[in-house]
């Protein structure tokens, strides 16, 4: 099971004092609006910052996609990746998707920690 590019997304309350923190570490915004939310990259390495969106850290998973958003040639579709989960007992929430295409949800680990499978592809 294939899960595509990893990143943490991270509730900020300021997105520009973030993002200029996060700067200052080498990375350097590579996707997002630059009001709202913000893509910061450094190598491989993927922080997502998003003001106002939700309460807590999430650990995100972009079936699909490589570390640049480049979309890769195989790779294990999120409804296959849902249905292999849910077959392993796991909760499935926030079911979003059709039957091919962009798709997510989101299962939570044992300590309350949400992780998204959010496939653009």
Do not use: C
């Amino acid at each position: 099971m294939q899960l595509g590019a990893f990143s943490i997304s991270l509730p900020v309350k300021d997105l520009q004092a973030s993002m200029a923190f996060y700067e200052k570490l080498g990375f350097h915004r590579f996707g997002g609006d630059g009001e709202h939310y913000a893509i910061m990259k450094n190598g491989r390495a993927l922080v997502g910052l998003f003001q106002g969106m939700f309460k807590e850290h999430i650990l995100t998973f972009n079936p699909g996609w490589d570390e640049d958003a480049n979309t890769l040639p195989e790779f294990t579709d999120v409804r296959q990746i849902k249905e292999r989960l849910k077959a392993q007992g796991l909760e499935v929430l926030q079911e979003a998707g059709e039957d091919s295409g962009p798709g997510s949800f989101v299962v939570v680990d044992p300590d309350g920690n949400p992780v998204l499978i959010d496939q653009h592809v």
